[in-house]
């Protein structure tokens, strides 16, 4: 099983840019999918908002975050990245990488492995 550990985070204003990541220690870093969820205030369930194939390189971006967040990938570090631009008072939530073993799976939260969560806070 994959080890997620996420780094980053913290307290930004609207408009403002923020950077995570996600540092995998596994033997390989591709075969599989990772992505990042958030869970806001008050929300019982985590949303989806991107993922990146480590084999393709391809993404997928849910429609809240299109335009503004890009995930990236070093193979070197087996790290993943989420830039955060333009960022908005409702992007205030935990956000939590995973690892899932397609981009169908993660998108339905069939993770095999979740990061620690990190939060971030978007002040007006």
């Known amino acids: 099983q994959v080890q997620l550990v996420e780094s980053g985070g913290g307290l930004v204003q609207a408009g403002g840019s923020l950077g995570l990541s996600c540092a995998a220690s596994?033997?390989?870093?591709?075969?599989?999918?990772m992505g990042w969820f958030r869970q806001a205030p008050g929300q019982e369930r985590r949303e989806f908002i991107g993922?990146?194939?480590?084999?393709?390189?391809?993404?997928y971006y849910a429609d809240s975050v299109k335009g503004r967040f890009t995930i990236t990938k070093d193979d070197a570090k087996k790290t993943m990245y989420l830039q955060m631009n333009n960022l908005k008072v409702e992007d205030t939530a935990v956000y939590y990488c995973?690892?899932?073993?397609?981009?169908?799976?993660?998108?339905?939260?069939?993770?095999?492995?979740w990061g620690q969560g990190t939060q971030v806070t978007v002040s007006s």
């Open positions: 993922g990146i194939s480590l084999s393709l390189g391809s993404t």
């Open positions: 995973a690892a899932a073993i397609s981009m169908s799976s993660i998108q339905k939260a069939v993770v095999g492995s």
């Open positions: 596994a033997r390989t870093f591709s075969g599989y999918v």
